[in-house]
């Protein structure tokens, strides 16, 4: 059972892209999402507690044993499972944003989280080398989807959003965050953003052009993604606005 399903070397058949397995992932995934339409209408403060509880600590349970996996088959190092990564900052930060409500990092988890989660979910090469319902392929799958969930349950439930000032602020410490890992990388020989080289699986990165100008091709995809999940606002902005000018 446990070599079957939590084993570091598996043998079954291989994980297909967009395959009826990915697909139903990707599918409970986004119902769930559209569920807060209805949920945030017949919800109250009790319920909407218990479900951000609920949100951080499986958060927080799913990357724990993502670690202790590591551990265990020996393969826990500084240089891969440090949580570096955006999608494992944002990990920790949603966790404690979902206790605190904070607005801060709310705004991170919605463009980081969200942005970084969806590709990851898309294309989740990382553990691409395993397939349901093996342990990591699952772990995978349940951590960007609670990342991609939080983010969009506290936008449609708990009313947060973003704004362009925010728009602007994270996009600016995003590159801070990057020139910091730049130098991480360089004193540890890791490769977390996959700024220091494209990773060894295939990836979307592979479409682009070789290291170093592949970091500047990212900073124009970062932007369009950003921009991409601020229009929904910038509409309703927008809208306020010509009301406002009519009334």
Same mark, same amino acid.
């Given at each position: 059972? $446990?070599?079957?399903?939590? =084993?570091?070397?598996?043998? =079954? ?8 397995? &990915?697909?139903?992932? @990707?599918?409970?995934? %986004? ?11 017949? /919800?109250?403060?009790?319920?909407? %507690? !218990?479900?951000? /509880? #609920?949100?951080? !600590? ?17 393969? /826990? ?7 570096? &990564? ?18 801060? !990092? +709310?705004?991170?988890? +919605?463009?980081?989280?969200? =942005? ?5 979910? @898309? ?6 080398? +395993? ?12 951590? &960007?989807? @609670?990342? $991609? ?7 449609? #439930?708990? =009313? ?8 602007? *602020?994270?996009?600016?410490? %995003? ?35 070789? /290291? ?7 900073? %124009? !995809?970062?932007? #369009? ?12 902005? *927008? ?9």
């Amino acid at each position: 059972m $446990i070599e079957k399903y939590f =084993g570091l070397v598996y043998d =079954g058949p291989p994980f297909v892209l967009f395959g009826p397995a &990915h697909l139903s992932a @990707l599918a409970v995934i %986004t119902l769930c999402c559209f569920s807060y339409l209805y949920f945030r209408k017949v /919800w109250g403060e009790r319920e909407r %507690t !218990i479900v951000r /509880w #609920v949100f951080a !600590i499986a958060i927080v349970v799913n990357e724990t044993a993502l670690h202790i996996w590591s551990i265990y088959w020996g393969i /826990w190092n500084i240089q891969t499972l440090l949580p570096l &990564h955006l999608c494992s900052v944002m990990i920790w930060l949603s966790a404690y944003m979902l206790v605190t409500k904070n607005y801060t !990092i +709310y705004e991170m988890v +919605y463009f980081l989280g969200l =942005g970084g989660a969806m590709q990851a979910a @898309l294309t989740p090469a990382d553990a691409a080398a +395993y397939n349901f319902p093996h342990f990591r392929i699952m772990q995978t799958f349940i951590a &960007h989807g @609670l990342l $991609i969930n939080i983010a969009v349950y506290m936008t449609v #439930v708990e =009313g947060f959003r973003p704004t362009l000032a925010s728009f602007k *602020r994270i996009f600016l410490w %995003t590159n801070v965050y990057m020139v910091i890992i730049f130098f991480v990388n360089r004193a540890i020989g890791s490769n977390y953003l996959f700024i220091a080289a494209k990773p060894a699986f295939p990836t979307l990165l592979d479409m682009l052009a070789p /290291w170093p100008w592949y970091i500047l091709e990212l900073e %124009t !995809i970062g932007f #369009v993604i950003f921009f991409i999940l601020y229009i929904p606002f910038l509409i309703q902005d *927008r809208r306020a606005q010509s009301r406002a000018v009519a009334s």
